[in-house]
């Protein structure tokens, strides 16, 4: 079982449309989560840090289910210039023995005019 | 531009030959990651330096690879005798150095080996 998994899509999805993206992980230890986007060829850039109260930044919302070990992110009124591959990002770091984030395989969403 | 660089942006090489990317993390940032990423999956980690440190290594992380920091600020990374399963986009992040704290991501070096 991977560490971090989320559906790989593709979701097409028209202009404006509200769109969710949902993510497990399995190391009930992780203590950061995030979710990153990456356009194609393109590095991946942080979009949002993911707290247990949820949190909102504009179109975007995500929230973290510590219990059920379930992230999800939440794109409202989609734009165009969202299509992209949406990374959701577990930091497995503890104790400061460790930084390292693990990546689920990223949800491609295509959103059509 | 102040953020993370890598070079070579791309770099194709025959099988069996070395290869070096460099990556110049963001000024100050303690923390340097290196990750692999192949088509259609997330980045996988392969190996995180504090300073000069080289604190921890994947299991990715064969024995053709090698990783370094000096001087606690750029970082090379060797492949020696590559393969073709090495073929990918190498990584490389840098964060302040704070639990938790965010990684910024260089853009890449596209490695294709023939």
């Known amino acids: 079982r991977k560490e971090v998994e989320q559906d790989p899509g593709p979701f097409n999805v028209p202009e404006g449309a509200t769109v969710a993206f949902n993510c497990t992980y399995s190391n009930s230890a992780s203590q950061s989560f995030f979710w990153y986007r990456q356009d194609c060829r393109k590095e991946p850039k942080l979009l949002m840090s993911?707290?247990?109260s949820g949190n909102e930044d504009g179109r975007f919302t995500a929230q973290l289910n510590r219990a059920s070990q379930y992230i999800s992110l939440l794109i409202r009124d989609s734009k165009l210039s969202d299509s992209a591959t949406y990374l959701c990002v577990v930091n497995s770091g503890y104790g400061g023995a460790t930084n390292k984030l693990i990546f689920g395989t990223g949800t491609l969403l295509a959103v059509q005019p | 531009d102040t953020g993370v660089s890598q070079d070579p942006r791309h770099k194709i090489t025959k099988r069996g030959q070395n290869v070096t990317f460099r990556c110049d993390p963001i000024?100050?940032?303690?923390?340097l990651y290196w990750y692999r990423q192949t088509l259609g999956q997330g980045p996988e980690f392969l190996t995180y330096f504090q300073n000069e440190a080289q604190l921890e290594k994947s299991r990715l992380l064969s024995d053709r690879f090698s990783a370094e920091r000096p001087k606690g600020s750029f970082s090379t990374l060797e492949i020696q005798r590559t393969e073709q399963g090495d073929s990918a986009m190498y990584l490389c992040?840098?964060?302040?150095?704070?639990?938790?704290?965010?990684?910024?991501f260089g853009p890449g070096t596209r490695l294709t080996v023939l």
């Open positions: 992040a840098s964060s302040a150095g704070a639990e938790g704290d965010t990684q910024y």
């Open positions: 000024s100050e940032h303690n923390r």
């Open positions: 993911v707290y247990s």
